[in-house]
């Protein structure tokens, strides 16, 4: 089914298609957004360096410096976050943060110095990043890497763009200014990360779902035509409604990398009979914005980030922080998030493999891991936890494989990998469930083919590989591998503390990616074995696009519509970022990291037994590679939750 089409079904609610259409051609004269990269997105073509270009205009790198006192600041993370130390809950303000963590005016001097004798301007931001603009030769000269301008052709519906990247791996040159240095951020300006959206596939698309006859089936829409309120009834957020919780005094921060039609969500709100303030809704363009709504920018996927969060905290106001589609930008957005530190939550869908970038370091030529990101964002995130704030985050929807979603099989070796932001340690990795039910599939002959699904289990679709024998497809042809609920072990990011209280994995051995479009096969990273990890997802909603949701959306395509079989990840990140807006009114106050107490319940008695278990453990199923079982595994975290329960629990718990 085309990711576009209107519902199959046919539901009662209002279309709104004169006011989606109106809004569709008041931003059409805007410039769209530029496509985020894919696995038919067309190679880059190398048009030459950079400085030659006529027009050239100066370039702003980032150079993201290292907290003060590290040991000090993970010190203090953990005690704001242990319950019973004097510290627990006493979050620093940003101003605070910046006094006691911010790099040191020495090492701040040193750096503006050496950037000033390379003909640079330096400005510095937010205390420890520093802006530097200047010509490309000079860029070229301080960070030892020359940069190209490549140029991507348009293909499809999707218009051409061009970025540029340096050829090799940037460093700072001068080493007593490298030593304080945690990234170097826009060199490259290409189009990066992924929405974690997902459609059922067009030839193993369900026509009809049954819902399960499980405990924790309710009246309501079918799966598949999910909204808000299927998810509040399901996973029990409906007792903290009933108490008077709706966010009141809460505000949601939503940091995403296109833009979207304000209109879509109020009346998704409206139409589901929500009560929502009229100016409940401010948007803060980063870094000049992402440019106009369009479907290959990905503003279906912020749609429905504003849809799902607002519409679970219907009462809370929502920031959406948007930003273009690079890596200095995405960071930029969060850095503004954190500091402005107005909303107590935020949540992103968007995401790329943490070790390898293989959409640009491929295409152009370099070979090298992707960590400067991943330390720059590790640093700020940990800014965010030691003020209270709560990051939620999709852990992707390539199951296992994360970065076979950009490097498909079969040019490409399979690779167990994870995504980022989620698998920061200071963030809550969201994966996804499949919920029980009968799924039926047209076959040719008008033949029905059934597949049951008994009880909630790990969004995998290895069930739906029988389906797809029947059509005559193998799992990849089939279009069903590697889809499911990210998971897994990061090669990165060291085990945190929290995790110590559940049973973990390691990363598996003999684990590289390798181009198989070559003869012998060229191996482009490999990843190390049996490196004590940071474990992926935390925790998990439903998620599987059969068994998803509906989007009110206004594609640039085909205009305003209601369109049902969405999901992936990207769902159940905004969903834990209202949930957690209510949960911290509920406990009047901030919740800090979120995995904290998950964990901690996991590791109780009480965590999934009885009535009133704040975890539903989910116990079936796989990501095509980690399998469920009782308890914390890398399909599914902790498992589902249920939402009063865990109220009371964090009551218990001292929050």
């Not at 940069?147 to 970025?163: I, K, M, P, Q, S």
């Not at 030691?386 to 950009?406: H, I, K, M, P, T």
Request: aromatic fraction near 10%.
């Amino acid at each position: 089914m085309d990711n576009h089409s209107p519902a199959r079904t046919g539901a009662a609610r209002t279309t709104r298609a004169w006011l989606g259409a109106a809004l569709f051609f008041a931003v059409a004269v805007a410039q769209a957004g530029t496509p985020y990269p894919h696995a038919s997105t067309p190679a880059p073509q190398d048009l030459g360096a950079l400085e030659l270009m006529r027009g050239s205009p100066p370039l702003t790198v980032t150079v993201a410096l290292k907290p003060r006192d590290a040991d000090k600041l993970q010190a203090l993370a953990t005690a704001l976050h242990t319950a019973g130390s004097p510290q627990f809950h006493r979050f620093l303000t940003p101003a605070e943060y910046h006094q006691r963590f911010d790099p040191d005016p020495g090492a701040v001097a040193a750096a503006v110095a050496h950037f000033s004798q390379a003909g640079l301007s330096t400005r510095l931001d937010a205390g420890n990043l520093l802006r530097v603009t200047g010509s490309a030769q000079a860029m070229q000269m301080a960070f030892g890497a020359p940069l190209h301008v490549f140029d991507v052709a348009a293909h499809g519906n999707e218009a051409g763009y061009r970025f540029h990247a340096p050829v090799d791996t940037p460093r700072v040159v001068s080493a007593a200014v490298a030593g304080n240095v945690a990234a170097i951020l826009g060199l490259d300006d290409r189009p990066h990360f992924r929405p974690h959206l997902r459609k059922a596939p067009s030839r193993a698309a369900p026509m009809t779902i049954r819902r399960g006859a499980t405990p924790n089936a309710t009246p309501g829409n079918p799966p598949g035509d999910w909204t808000v309120t299927d998810l509040a009834a399901y996973y029990n957020v409906q007792p903290l409604y009933d108490q008077g919780l709706h966010g009141e005094g809460r505000t949601i921060g939503i940091v995403t990398l296109a833009s979207f039609t304000p209109s879509d969500a109020f009346g998704y709100w409206a139409d589901l009979g929500l009560q929502v303030k009229k100016n409940r809704l401010k948007v803060v363009d980063v870094d000049g914005g992402p440019g106009a709504p369009s479907d290959a920018s990905g503003s279906d996927e912020t749609t429905l980030d504003v849809e799902q969060s607002g519409g679970v905290a219907p009462a809370a106001k929502i920031i959406v922080y948007q930003s273009p589609n690079t890596d200095q930008a995405f960071f930029d957005a969060f850095v503004r998030a954190v500091n402005d530190n107005d909303a107590e939550t935020l949540s992103t869908s968007w995401g790329s493999w943490e070790w390898f970038d293989t959409q640009s370091d491929v295409s152009v030529g370099r070979r090298g891991r992707n960590v400067e990101l991943l330390q720059a964002f590790s640093n700020l995130f940990l800014q965010a936890a030691v003020q209270g704030q709560s990051l939620f985050a999709s852990s992707g929807d390539a199951g296992a494989y994360d970065a076979n979603e950009a490097a498909p099989l079969p040019d490409f070796s399979k690779v167990l990998s994870v995504d980022s932001p989620s698998s920061s340690a200071w963030i809550t990795s969201a994966g996804g469930t499949t919920l029980a039910g009968d799924q039926s599939f047209p076959l040719p002959g008008n033949v029905v083919f059934t597949v049951n699904v008994p009880v909630e289990r790990v969004w995998g679709w290895d069930y739906l590989t029988g389906l797809c024998a029947a059509l005559g497809l193998d799992p990849v042809s089939c279009d069903i591998f590697p889809a499911g609920g990210g998971g897994g072990v990061s090669a990165f990011v060291p085990r945190p503390f929290y995790q110590d209280l559940v049973a973990t994995r390691n990363t598996e051995p003999d684990q590289s990616l390798d181009d198989e479009t070559t003869s012998p096969p060229t191996t482009l990273v490999t990843l190390p074995a049996h490196f004590h990890g940071r474990n992926v997802p935390d925790v998990s909603l439903n998620a599987d696009p059969d068994t998803g949701y509906i989007v009110a959306y206004t594609s640039d395509q085909s205009g305003f519509g209601i369109f049902d079989f969405f999901g992936g990840t990207s769902f159940v990140a905004p969903q834990l970022n209202g949930i957690a807006a209510l949960l911290g009114q509920r406990v009047q106050g901030r919740l800090g990291l979120f995995n904290v107490p998950l964990y901690v319940l996991a590791a109780t008695p009480l965590g999934y037994a009885g009535p009133q278990a704040p975890l539903r453990d989910i116990k079936t199923g796989n990501n095509w590679f980690y399998t469920a079982h009782p308890g914390y595994d890398q399909g599914s975290g902790v498992g589902t939750l249920d939402v009063a329960n865990l109220a009371r629990a964090l009551v218990r718990l001292g929050y």
